[in-house]
């Protein structure tokens, strides 16, 4: 059998940027908007902090307005609460996102339920999450969305496949899911508590694998033939004392047996930032039609 085909999210991420700045030109030219994202980063995590120059050079890029708030770690529930009250209110902010995570202080939860849900262009407020449970229009968590057009762009139709979610978070497992059983697959979630991991994954014609394990799926465990999206990211060291960068799957198994499978790093990672832009130019249209 062939080695499997390399799903490239980092020119498919780069074709949606492409597609989202001709957009916003356009909504400019015929509504005089132009869309704005708002990100809130609240303390020093070098991670969050990468993400969100990443986010807020991309908006630029994409021809859109960017407005970063960075607050102190200290800062209070009541004044980040403040802050998103007032990003709600102003006109020229369509999407608000907060990264995650916040300091031990801060519900998360409340956090997330005081941002408008038409501003909610991470997906995660319970109105959008409920609307993309029920089959309704929503903005969808991005890196969800994400996959779903990496898994559609070597395999057009899903309807029907059995489908394997490897985690069942809020962010990823969960929303997954919900968009998989919307293009008719047969979906199942398998988590830590599952019975026999291997031989629910082995009869999946698309595997998600979203657990945040380093190469916990084995190649043994994919059916020949298979689509793999895989999700996951971490640092692991090398003998030669160095580190490089892995997923959820054993890639290099994986690859022998897949019919197609996404790359860490340049799959996934590319087309999260892509579906933010995404995000933001779908809640801008919808603010200027209100």
Not at 36 to 47: F, K
């Amino acid at each position: 059998m062939a080695r499997a085909t390399i799903i490239d999210g980092k020119a498919i991420g780069e074709g949606i940027r492409r597609e989202v700045a001709a957009e916003v030109q356009a909504l400019n030219r015929e509504r005089g908007v132009t869309p704005g994202l708002a990100v809130v980063l609240v303390g020093e995590d070098p991670a969050s902090q990468v993400y969100v120059r990443t986010k807020a050079k991309s908006t630029r890029d994409a021809g859109m307005q960017s407005f970063e708030h960075k607050l102190s770690a200290e800062t209070s529930q009541g004044a980040l609460l403040e802050l998103i009250g007032e990003l709600n209110r102003r006109r020229d902010v369509h999407g608000i996102l907060v990264q995650l995570p916040l300091p031990k202080h801060i519900d998360s939860g409340r956090v997330i339920e005081a941002i408008d849900p038409a501003k909610d262009v991470d997906g995660f407020h319970p109105m959008n999450v409920g609307r993309l449970a029920l089959g309704a229009s929503a903005l969808v968590p991005c890196t969800p969305s994400g996959c779903l057009i990496l898994a559609k762009s070597v395999q057009p139709e899903l309807a029907g496949l059995e489908a394997v979610v490897i985690g069942r978070s809020n962010i990823v497992g969960k929303p997954m899911a919900q968009l998989l059983l919307a293009e008719s697959c047969t979906v199942t979630i398998a988590h830590s508590r599952t019975r026999d991991l291997p031989a629910v994954v082995r009869r999946a014609d698309l595997v998600v694998a979203a657990v945040g394990k380093a190469e916990m799926v084995k190649g043994s465990w994919i059916k020949p033939g298979a689509v793999v999206i895989d999700v996951g990211i971490q640092r692991i060291a090398t003998a030669d004392g160095k580190s490089r960068l892995v997923g959820d799957v054993a890639f290099q198994e994986a690859v022998e047996v897949a019919s197609a499978i996404t790359p860490v790093p340049g799959g996934v990672g590319p087309m999260t930032v892509a579906c933010l832009l995404r995000n933001t130019l779908q809640a801008a249209r919808q603010a200027s039609r209100a």
